[in-house]
Every structure is written in C-alpha cells, then in structure tokens.
C-alpha cells in the first residue's frame, strides 16, 4: 500500500518522468518541430530563408502578412560552405516574384510573393538554377511551396534594366508560372573606339597617363612606332595604317600632317609622342622629329628651361631625339623609318646610336646573378624603311635592288631585324618584282607622293594623278597603301619581355621604360661625351 508520501512522491516522480518525456518527446499537434530543429542542429548557426506572402481569407481579401520560415537544410544546394565555418560569405539575393497577368486574372487569389534567400548555390546538373522548398507552413490551410528558378544568360542591356526569369512552382501540387524579375548588372564595356589622338608623353617629355583608359586586359595586340626627320611625312604614314585613305583631305588625318603655315615657317606639327588605338587593336605611336631644326631653334629660345645636366640646346636635342628612338626600340614591334630621299647617312648613324643606348630587356626575376644576366636575350624589334614620295624611277627593279644592297651594307652589324617583316617583294603587285630578283629581303617599301587635293587647279601634279597606274610606272597608291597595311599589322608579335603583356601590362612597362631611360647613366654619359 503506498503511503501517501510516496505517492506523493510516485504522482511526483510521474509528473516528473512525463515533463522529461514532454520536454524529449514530440509534440502532436506540432509534427515538425523535430525536423526544424534537426535541420537547425544539422546546419549549424547558418541564417534561414525567410518567404513573406500577403494572407488571403475565405472571401479573397487581403489580410496582411504572413511569414513562413524555413531552415538553410530545405535549400537543395549543390555545393557546400568550402571553410566548413557555416557562415554565409555571399551577399543576400533579393527575388521579387509576380505571377503573370493571366495567371492572375485566372486564379484571382494568387498573390506577389517576396522572396528573400540567404544563400543561393548552383545545381550540378543545371547551371543558373536553385530551388527553393517551405516545409512548414504558418496555417494548417496553407500548403507548402517548392520554387525552381533557372536564371537566363545576362544580356548586355541598357542600365536599369530588368531580366526577367522564367520560374515554375508546385502550390499545393498544381504547378504554376511565374516571374522573377533580377536587376541585371552590366558587363564591364569596353573602351570606347578611338577617333583622334592623345598623348603619350608631351611637349616638355613627360608621360601622360591618359591612354590607360583606351587599353584592354588582352594580349593579342600590336605596337608601332615611326622615326623620321622633320617633314619626311611621318604622320601621313601612320594615319593610313588606321585605315584613312590617301585621297582624303589633311583635315580627316587622325595623325595631323603639317600645315601650310607650319611649312612656311619651317616648323613641325607633332610634338611628343601621339597615341592612337585602331579597332584591329593595333597601338600607333608618332613621334616628334628627330633631329630637327626647328626643335633646336626652340630649344635655343627656351635655354633657360633646360634641365642642369645639359650644356647646350644642341646636345639636348639630340638626347632627345636619341631618348625617343630608344624608347620605341624597346615598346614597338616594329619601327617605321620614314625618309623622302635615299639615303640619309646622318639618320642612318642615328639609329645605330640609338640601339647603341637602348636599355636591356628587364631580367625575368628581381634577384638575379651575373649567369642570368648573360643568359638574358635583348630584345630587338623590326625595323621598317619607307621611302616616301618615291617617283616612278624609284619603283624600276636596278633601284630597288640598289636599295635593298645599300641598307644591307650599313645594317649587316645591327641587331634590329630589318629583313622578312615588310617588302614590295612580298605583296606581287608588281610585275618583276619578287623574292627571287630580291633574294636580300630587306624591309623597304615605297610609297608615291599622295595628292589629297586632286581637283585642286592650283597642284600642279594633278595631270599625272590622273593617268592610269600603267603610266606612271607603279601601282595605284590605294593598292599600294593597302598592301603596306596589311603586311605592317601582319608583323611578328615577339614577346617584348620574358612574360606576356596584356595591353595594360604593356602600358606600365612603357611608362617604367620611358622614365628609365630619362635616367639613363648611359645618357648622361654620352651627353657628357658630346661637350
């Protein structure tokens, strides 16, 4: 017989054991209590996902708000947290989901849905896609909801723009169409095209950082610079190799050529080095004369503004044109050397100079020994001669092979590479002159004066522009402009160091280049040699 304290204590320990089972147990009007807190312990501290629909009653109205939470585990993800950390390193995607016009006018009671997901991953099996399941709903007439989105690929649109992705549901069993409209973020552009120059370094020699803004993060480029004395039509070269014509006016040059009053005066149009971008991704680099006489008439009325280490306008303009020729030996893959008569022996020791004072090619690493330094290759680039307003007597196969043996003879000592890069040999425009009659393959090609004032009364070449090519004794000049374009952006593109550029990475090894060479103890060494 119990006592009543032990039954007391009986009743106590009853109660006791079935708080404990109530606290351990399952509760049966709350079934999926076990599940959420299961996927909460399985999933760790992660954040839930939390989907916010409008009620609706009985009669279709609107009663406000109801929340439907649902653990990270009720995400179908395809991949895992990598740091194992359980925290959610990607920003919340925000969804807002409209059911479609006729979707709504035919079930009426069909709600927008905001939908906010703590963390989205892509399913193996279909890229762009994830789901999204509810396993608990807040009423007992609320059914639970299954989303499956597959994201579209992302046009590049106009900013602002809404993508709007195709997404199919399971309400309640029966499945539905809706949309999810995603703001699209737009694609990095692209640089816009080039129609006129800028500068690379200016008048007073100092880089300009400008062109950065022009440049890709690509490799498959191309950079061309010219050399050439004042006049010699260097900036009329260059502006056919971006595609304008021969017979268009001065004005629609993108590299502008002289004016009528600059030639009266004796003066020079460029100053500095002009930067230009064509669409072929070709970079072009015009630079001012070398060794010009009216650049040492400015630099004697400004003697003032000469750096210290410099003794005399004189030697200064030739440090400057040596600075320029050295430093588009080692950024271009091929230098254009323009000249309008053969040949200029003071332009030829020119160059070899500036090859001379050409800094080396940087070594592949920071620390290097004395073994590596040897082993390291300079490098080198094509060198291209153009012989500009050339007549009809120039183009006769005795000259060109005349040529070709001259600048053979004056090179044959020079690293540059002035052989296999650009010939009239190359193209066959021309009846009789091939590799085989030119067996020295040297790059020269010719080039006739251009008249961009045919019906000009006053030019007093008109009459022989208007013969056919058979009279004057060479191919058209837009035959011979487009060939000349062709071969030039057709140059070997050697690595201009031990690694491989892109157009951006070239434009920081430019610009270390330029204020290395301004540096240069082997300038200043040969400054101190000419005073």
């Known amino acids: 017989m119990a006592t009543p304290g032990s039954g007391a204590g009986g009743g106590g320990s009853a109660r006791g054991g079935r708080r404990r089972r109530r606290r351990g147990g399952r509760d049966p009007k709350h079934p999926t209590d076990d599940i959420e807190g299961d996927s909460v312990s399985s999933t760790g501290s992660k954040t839930p996902v939390i989907l916010a629909k409008h009620g609706i009653d009985k009669h279709g109205k609107e009663t406000g708000s109801q929340d439907f939470s649902m653990t990270p585990g009720a995400i179908a ?201 064509t669409p072929e991704r070709i970079i072009l680099l015009d630079t001012q004369p070398v060794l010009s006489a009216s650049m040492l008439d400015y630099l004697m009325g400004h003697e003032k503004t000469l750096p210290p280490e410099m003794t005399s306008a004189e030697n200064y303009a030739e440090i400057q044109s040596l600075q320029l020729a050295a430093f588009l030996f080692t950024v271009c893959h091929a230098v254009i050397v323009v000249q309008d008569w053969f040949v200029d022996i003071n332009l030829i020791e020119f160059l070899k100079r500036a ?96 008249n961009s004032h045919i019906n000009s009364k006053e030019d007093p070449s008109t009459l022989m522009s208007l013969l056919p090519s058979c009279y004057q004794g060479y191919p058209s000049t837009d035959l011979l402009v487009k060939s000349f374009r062709n071969q030039m952006y057709g140059a070997t593109r050697t690595q201009l160091t031990h690694a491989t550029l892109t157009e951006k990475n070239w434009f920081h090894y430019a610009a270390r280049t330029w204020e290395a060479i301004k540096k240069s103890s082997l300038m200043s060494e040969f400054n101190r040699l000419l005073s």
Not at 199 to 211: G, I, P, R, S, Y
Not at 225 to 244: A, E, F, H, P, R
Not at 422 to 428: M, P, R
Request: aromatic content about 6%.
């Open 355 to 450: 090859e001379m004072l050409k800094p080396p090619t940087p070594s592949p690493g920071p620390k290097h020994d004395e073994s590596s330094v040897e082993e390291t290759e300079d490098y080198f680039p094509n060198i291209v001669f153009v012989q500009n307003r050339a007549n009809h007597q120039d183009f006769e196969l005795q000259s060109m092979q005349a040529m070709q043996q001259t600048l053979d003879k004056l090179f044959k000592d020079s690293k540059l590479n002035y052989k296999g890069c650009a010939s009239l040999s190359h193209c066959g425009i021309m009846a009789g002159i091939n590799r085989k009659l030119l067996p020295l393959d040297v790059n020269l090609f010719l080039l006739p004066t251009f």
């Open 77 to 277: 993800t395809g991949s895992q947290d990598p740091s194992g950390s359980g925290m959610d390193q990607t920003p919340t995607p925000h969804f807002k989901i409209k059911t479609r016009q006729g979707e709504r006018g035919r079930q009426g009671s069909q709600p927008d849905i905001a939908v906010t997901v703590s963390k989205t991953s892509v399913m193996p099996s279909k890229p762009g896609a994830f789901t999204i399941a509810t396993t608990k709903a807040s009423t007992p007439s609320t059914p639970s909801m299954t989303i499956e989105a597959h994201a579209s690929p992302m046009s590049s649109g106009t900013p602002g723009q809404q993508s709007v992705h195709q997404v199919m549901t399971r309400h309640a069993g029966t499945p539905q169409v809706l949309g999810i409209e995603v703001p699209v973020h737009n694609r990095l552009a692209l640089p816009p095209e080039m129609t006129q120059t800028i500068k690379l370094v200016d008048e007073a020699f100092h880089w300009c950082d400008n062109a950065m803004e022009t440049l890709q993060d690509q490799s498959d480029f191309l950079v061309i610079g010219v050399l050439g004395l004042q006049g010699s039509g260097k900036s009329t070269v260059m502006s056919l190799l971006t595609g304008t014509q021969a017979n268009q006016p001065h004005s629609s040059y993108i590299f502008k050529p002289q004016s009528a009053d600059i030639q009266e005066q004796a003066g020079h149009q460029t100053r500095g080095i002009d930067f230009f971008v």
